[in-house]
C-alpha cells in the first residue's frame, strides 16, 4: 500500500525516505499541527523542546487513533522547532525517531521557525498518513 523511495542518486537520508507512494483508492488523513497541550489546554513542557516533542507525538498519535490509523501509517510529517540552533532541532528529531514515525522511513521536513501558534510552544508537527483497511491493521 506504501512504497516509501529514497533516490540512488541523491544524498542517502539517514532516518527519512525522499519520497512516499501511495496507491490511487487509498485513504488518507492529513492531520492538523500536533501542538503539546494536554487535555485542558495546558502547555506541556515548558522551556523543553524534547519534552514538547514527546507530548507533540503522543497527540499526534491520538489524532491518528481517532482516524483508524497509527504512527506506523505515516507517509509525510512537517516537523517545526522554535530554534535556528541545530543541536535543538537534532534532539527533537531524536524524539521523533525514537517514536516510531521514522520506523518506514516516511518523508520528512525539518524546520527551524521563529514563533508557533501558543505562547511558549516550540514544537509542532503536521502529518499525513494512509488509513488502513480494517484487515490491514497492525
Given at each position: 500500500m506504501i512504497r516509501r523511495?529514497?533516490?540512488?542518486v541523491l544524498f542517502p537520508p539517514p532516518t527519512y525516505s525522499?519520497?512516499?507512494?501511495?496507491e490511487a483508492g487509498t485513504r488518507l488523513a492529513f492531520l492538523a499541527g500536533a501542538v503539546p497541550l494536554d487535555a485542558d489546554g495546558q502547555l506541556v513542557g515548558a522551556g523543553d523542546?524534547?519534552?514538547q516533542a514527546e507530548q507533540v507525538l503522543?497527540?499526534?498519535?491520538e489524532q491518528l487513533r481517532a482516524v483508524g490509523s497509527d504512527l506506523g501509517h505515516v507517509v509525510a510529517t512537517d516537523v517545526y522547532v522554535v530554534s535556528s540552533e541545530t543541536a535543538v532541532l537534532s534532539a527533537v528529531w531524536e524524539v521523533v525517531e525514537a517514536s516510531?514515525?521514522?520506523a518506514g522511513p516516511?518523508?520528512?521536513t525539518l524546520v527551524g521557525v521563529a514563533?508557533?501558534?501558543y505562547s511558549g510552544q516550540l514544537v509542532e508537527i503536521t502529518a499525513t498518513a494512509v488509513v488502513p483497511d480494517e484487515?490491514?491493521?497492525a
Open positions: 523511495v529514497s533516490v540512488p525522499h519520497a512516499s507512494v501511495v523542546p524534547v519534552r503522543a497527540n499526534l498519535g516510531g514515525l521514522s516516511h518523508s520528512s514563533c508557533l501558534g484487515g490491514t491493521r
